[in-house]
């Protein structure tokens, strides 16, 4: 029936009935992915688009334990067709560009997840870092920042530490949590001796967030230092 709402319908019911089995699920895939491809402007092709990423996604997990880089690029095809996601905003409500959007941030979460168990602390810093920075949500994106010093502390990483403190508290200049993360970061400095770097925390954090008892323990450092002047 080729391009006709019939024809678009019958190929979609194909794969969804092939997606129920073990059996046929790349076939289904296969089907899912060649409707997207060819009928991009059509309602059809969203819901097959879908379909194409969740099998993506349950496959990887079943050989590997988490999506990988077949997903990665199933999600950068799609996203990079200009008339599938025309489509998803016009008649979809943005559906497919959430389940994109959920689906990279598992992947990010689980990659992290991953460098963390295997103990690579200054690759999942930096993954928490980009994580943030692509987060547009003030919660979120502060955990990850959280986390990132947390990471960078692990292995000793002073100017990392100090950098991401940096931004956190220059994006989210009013936010109790960030002073908390600042606050604990220069604490942690002072317990292992490196006075001038927690000393130089304090006074940020006295200076930007108005504290003043941060201020008085800034003080105190650079009195103990030798540092009278500062």
Do not use: C
């Not at 409707?35 to 402007?41: G, K, L």
């Not at 502060?142 to 990132?148: F, I, N, P, Q, Y």
């Not at 967030?209 to 323990?217: I, P, Q, V």
């Amino acid at each position: 029936m080729g391009d006709t709402t019939d024809g678009r319908e019958s190929a979609l019911r194909a794969a969804q009935v092939l997606a129920g089995y073990k059996s046929t699920l790349e076939e289904a895939r296969i089907r899912a992915q060649k409707i997207t491809v060819s009928w991009p402007r059509s309602p059809q092709a969203l819901t097959a688009a879908r379909l194409w990423v969740q099998l993506r996604v349950d496959g990887e997990t079943r050989e590997t334990g988490d999506g990988t880089d077949d997903t990665r690029s199933t999600i950068a095809e799609l996203k990079t067709n200009a008339n599938l996601m025309a489509t998803d905003q016009q008649v979809g409500g943005g559906k497919l560009k959430a389940l994109l959007t959920e689906q990279e941030t598992r992947l990010k979460i689980g990659q992290i997840s991953r460098e963390e168990k295997s103990k690579d602390f200054g690759a999942a810093a930096k993954g928490y870092e980009a994580f943030a920075a692509d987060s547009s949500n003030a919660e979120v994106a502060e955990k990850a920042l959280g986390s990132a010093v947390k990471a960078y502390l692990k292995i000793d990483d002073t100017d990392a530490v100090v950098r991401v403190l940096g931004t956190w508290l220059k994006r989210f200049p009013k936010s109790k949590r960030a002073s908390d993360g600042l606050r604990g970061a220069a604490t942690s400095f002072v317990i292992v001796g490196k006075f001038d770097i927690a000393a130089s925390l304090f006074e940020k954090l006295g200076r930007e967030a108005g504290d003043f008892e941060a201020l008085k323990l800034a003080a105190s450092l650079y009195d103990g230092n030798g540092d009278l002047a500062r």
